[in-house]
């Protein structure tokens, strides 16, 4: 079976200041991972995700993460914060077998950004 | 390109009565996934769909929910007799392929069950 943990249910940074979401997960195999933003009434974005190769993985508006396997984290990060990446961010693992994008995700993490 | 399109985007129904959501995936997706958000809880899966065939259920209740997707139409997510512990965002995603396409998401019908 597979889980994710977000730590954190809220975040608060300032404007200009560092994003770090953190996500650890648990899988019996490889995982592939993924990190979606979810807008006030509104579905789920694909930011970036994590298959196979290249740890460090750069998706949309400016964020990455790193898989590190030794750690099973996979945070989201991004060096300077905006306004409007005030939101919600939910972190998912899917095993790279079968039903692949059969996804679990994790509680979600809100992030707030202030002046 | 129209994205995933979920109707209606808002429900709301009194217990005991029939709710209906509608997922239209993609153009080009085969594959769709209902997904479930409870408030100040991430999303749960719920079912797997191809066209005229359920591939996973797993994640479905037992008993009152049902999904279909046929040839012609919509998916469709019936809840029959809804409960007040059914009051939900439920959230539709489409991919082409069975493989970790990353899944494109709906904007959700949220249920509101009084």
């Known amino acids: 079976a597979q889980s994710v943990t977000q730590l954190g249910s809220h975040v608060s940074v300032s404007e200009g200041a560092l994003v770090l979401l953190r996500c650890n997960y648990s899988?019996?195999?490889?995982?592939?991972l993924f990190w979606y933003v979810q807008y006030p009434n509104q579905g789920l974005q694909l930011l970036l995700k994590?298959?196979?190769?290249?740890?460090l993985v750069k998706g949309i508006n400016g964020f990455e993460a790193e898989f590190k396997k030794s750690e099973t984290s996979f945070h989201l990060t991004k060096p300077s914060a905006h306004m409007s990446d005030a939101a919600e961010y939910f972190c998912?693992?899917?095993?790279?077998?079968?039903?692949?994008?059969?996804?679990?995700f994790g509680t979600g993490t809100r992030l707030q950004v202030t002046l | 390109n129209a994205g995933v399109m979920q109707n209606p985007r808002h429900l709301v129904r009194r217990r005991g009565q029939e709710a209906r959501l509608r997922c239209s995936p993609m153009?080009?997706?085969?594959?769709v996934y209902w997904y479930r958000q409870l408030p100040e809880e991430g999303l749960k899966f719920m079912v797997y769909?191809?066209?005229?065939?359920?591939?996973?259920e797993s994640g479905m209740p037992k008993e009152r929910f049902s999904a279909e997707f046929p040839k012609e139409g919509p998916s469709i997510l019936r809840i029959q007799q809804v409960v007040r512990g059914d009051s939900a965002a439920y959230f539709c995603?489409?991919?082409?392929?069975?493989?970790?396409?990353?899944?494109?998401f709906g904007n959700g019908t949220r249920l509101t069950v009084t």
């Open positions: 995603a489409s991919s082409p392929l069975r493989d970790n396409s990353p899944l494109h």
């Open positions: 899988s019996s195999v490889p995982p592939y």
């Open positions: 994590y298959t196979t190769g290249a740890t």
């Open positions: 998912a693992v899917s095993d790279n077998t079968g039903t692949a994008s059969k996804l679990t």
């Open positions: 153009k080009g997706h085969s594959h």
């Open positions: 769909l191809q066209k005229e065939n359920i591939i996973d």
